[in-house]
């Protein structure tokens, strides 16, 4: 895999986990949620970055 992809992979999973850590807040669910957008975006990047 590219270092780049791993990177993309890397930030993706610290994205994950900060949805984990808020979805149990109640008022920061809304958090949670943008944490899991950027976790699947920079997935796509990281597949993206692996085909070029």
């Known amino acids: 895999m ?3 992809s791993k990177e993309w ?3 993706a999973e610290d994205d ?3 949805a984990k850590a808020l979805v149990s ?3 920061l669910t809304h958090l949670a949620a943008f ?3 950027q976790s699947i975006e920079k ?3 990281a ?3 692996r085909m070029q």
């Open 2 to 4: 590219k270092k780049v």
């Open 35 to 37: 944490h899991c957008q």
């Open 16 to 18: 994950l986990e900060a």
């Open 43 to 45: 997935a796509f990047k």
């Open 25 to 27: 807040h109640e008022r």
């Open 9 to 11: 992979i890397a930030a």
């Open 47 to 49: 597949i993206s970055a």
